[in-house]
């Protein structure tokens, strides 16, 4: 792997991790248009680092505050008390945990292909795209702080269809917690905190396959992956909750639907 593919591929996943509009999908659309070869799994580790870092980082203040608010639980952090957004962060994870540990590695390997990607990217886009007809014809938006067991479970069981290629976990959880009624900065901030277990628990099972699989990238491509999909996810992480404060999601939703059009009409010529 050479530095320039480990810096175009770091790029694409730190973008489109946390943009509504699927990392795993572009990956492989990103490989199929240039003709690069699968990284590896030591490449998926390092990817994964850095952007498990940069939601860290950009996130550092909220969650230091819930990590010193947890023995008190007096101080609310975006709406909710530390022990609370814990509480609901964990009962937003389980549905993926579940999920993804039935059928992610038997789905990644049978649709990981730049027709499956066009398709599902949209699905994605229309997905967006309902979520955002729905809350400009509903009542006033929520915040955060009306998250109930019962909404984080179903945006955890809504965030379950991006073990496929081409579905966005951070869309669809917006998708479900603005369909409830949350706002689109309130569904974008609890679809960060749901990443972070979400990313961490796919590095997780990243490295305990590497342990089996290790890979052929060298280390100087590695650390370039790293700190590219760090300073990238950090870059697109600041933009979303830019962009949600009053703007609407439907450019993602667009960009979605063209993207998987694009993909679709260039299999079908048989590019």
Do not use: N
């Amino acid at each position: 792997m050479s530095i320039v593919e480990a810096i175009v591929l770091a790029v694409v996943q730190g973008l489109t991790e946390f943009l509504p509009i699927s990392s795993s999908g572009h990956l492989i659309l990103a490989r199929w248009i240039f003709g690069w070869e699968d990284p590896g799994l030591d490449f998926d580790v390092a990817v994964h680092i850095g952007t498990l870092a940069a939601i860290l980082f950009a996130f550092r203040r909220e969650i230091w505050r819930v990590l010193r608010g947890l023995r008190a639980d007096e101080e609310s952090v975006d709406g909710l008390r530390p022990r609370r957004l814990i509480w609901l962060g964990v009962i937003g994870t389980l549905p993926i945990v579940i999920v993804g540990g039935f059928f992610y590695e038997t789905l990644q390997d049978e649709l990981r292909s730049a027709t499956t990607a066009g398709a599902l990217l949209l699905v994605t886009g229309a997905m967006i795209a309902g979520a955002e007809w729905r809350l400009r014809r509903s009542g006033p938006p929520a915040a955060l702080d009306v998250l109930d067991k019962r909404r984080s479970l179903a945006i955890g069981i809504a965030q379950c269809p991006a073990i496929l290629p081409g579905i966005s976990r951070s869309g669809m959880c917006i998708v479900a917690a603005m369909s409830l009624g949350q706002s689109r900065e309130a569904a974008a901030r609890w679809a960060f905190w749901l990443s972070i277990p979400s990313l961490a628990g796919a590095g997780v099972l990243a490295v305990a396959a590497l342990i089996d699989e290790r890979g052929s990238v060298d280390d100087a491509a590695l650390i370039v992956g790293a700190l590219v999909s760090f300073a990238t996810a950090l870059i697109a992480i600041k933009a979303l909750l830019w962009l949600v404060r009053g703007r609407s999601l439907a450019p993602f939703a667009a960009y979605c639907v063209l993207a998987g059009v694009a993909a679709l009409i260039a299999r079908a010529a048989g590019a």
